[in-house]
């Protein structure tokens, strides 16, 4: 039982942890998106280096 309730809590924390970077990860590619579609390219990739850098 003890090693099912470490499990879990570890567990939780790494689904917590991607879900996070997840977030980011999408609003990074939204603002991208939203720039190039205005003409803005060199914008769009700045939003995206800001997360791949």
């Known amino acids: 039982m003890k090693t099912f309730a470490i499990i879990l809590v570890f567990s939780t924390f790494i689904t917590y942890s991607f879900s996070q970077e997840n977030d ?8 991208s998106y939203t720039y190039e579609t205005n003409g803005e ?8 280096e800001k997360v791949y850098d």
């Not at 980011?24 to 603002?31: D, G, Q, Y």
């Open 24 to 31: 980011i990860l999408v609003e990074a590619f939204s603002s």
């Open 41 to 48: 390219y060199t914008k769009g990739i700045d939003e995206l």
